[in-house]
């Protein structure tokens, strides 16, 4: 086997990694600072399509993160790349919040309820059974079926919230149709951050605190992969996982070397 060559990039899931319910993981204030004065590539990757990069950038500051918001992918970017690449200024019924709806505007799409190209899911913390009616009617009449990402709940100060996942389980439900993915785990999200900052698989790190989503999607991009013992993956359930991080650490604060 050939030796990987040296991480000259670098991509971090945002959730379990860099924050946990809005205070920063010990160490991540260090690991950014490092990335930046270094030069290094680097990308802050989530699946929460609710907010644009220049919200996270605001919110990332008030937990003590300094990350402009070019620095910043979100599935929500992602997928408007997705689909202004496979249909050009297209239409689109969208459901979701303002980090999608600016993404799919920015890319030149049309977002209507008459006659769209796609039916496009993403967050909320509002899902309204009108929309999702809607939106089922309009995949009936063939409207071509996309969601942000597969997280079946997200979190909230009150608990668990239904996510993108499981409302469009309801909608395939209900109409038999099954919605491309396009975040995380779909290696898509990480090549087209890859591209992004022009990098090369060969020498990017992705780091992640979920093996179902973060390490699976990097190992299958080809990165190096480093699993963080500071979010959802603990170190007893590693094993249960047919494929393995090329690296684990306890925390993004033991990368700070490596930068």
């Known amino acids: 086997m050939s030796e990987r060559r040296p991480i000259e990039s670098w991509l971090s899931d945002m959730d379990g990694v860099l924050v946990h319910e809005g205070h920063p993981v010990p160490g991540a204030d260090e690991f950014i600072k490092r990335l930046r004065e270094s030069g290094r590539r680097f990308l ?19 937990a003590g993160l300094e990350v402009p918001p070019d620095a910043i992918w979100t599935s929500a970017l992602a997928t408007a790349q997705f689909l202004a690449d496979q249909r050009p200024e297209g ?14 505007h920015e890319c030149g799409y049309v977002l209507t309820d008459l006659d769209p190209d796609y039916v496009v899911l993403g967050e909320t913390r509002t899902y309204s059974f009108t929309s999702i009616t809607r939106a ?49 785990p779909n290696p898509m999200m990480m090549r087209s951050a890859l591209n992004r900052i022009d ?22 991009a080809g990165l ?28 993004v604060a033991d990368l700070v070397d490596l930068v």
């Open 44 to 62: 802050v990757l989530t699946n929460n399509s609710i907010y644009t990069p220049r919200d996270l950038s605001v919110r990332l500051r008030a």
């Open 91 to 104: 239409s689109a019924y969208v459901i979701g919040e303002a980090g999608l709806t600016t993404a799919l």
């Open 136 to 184: 089922i009617r309009l995949i009936e009449n063939g409207a071509r079926f996309i969601a942000t990402n597969p997280d079946p709940i997200g979190p909230s100060h009150e608990g668990s919230l239904p996510a993108c996942g499981a409302v469009a389980a309801m909608i395939t439900k209900a109409t038999g149709v099954e919605p491309y993915f396009v975040g995380k």
């Open 199 to 220: 990098a090369h698989s060969e020498s990017t790190a992705m780091i992640g605190d979920r093996m179902d989503t973060d390490v699976v999607c990097g190992m299958e």
């Open 224 to 251: 190096h992969t480093i699993l963080v013992l500071t979010g959802v993956t603990q170190q007893d359930q590693i094993d249960r996982y047919p494929f393995r991080p090329s690296q684990v650490v306890d925390s």
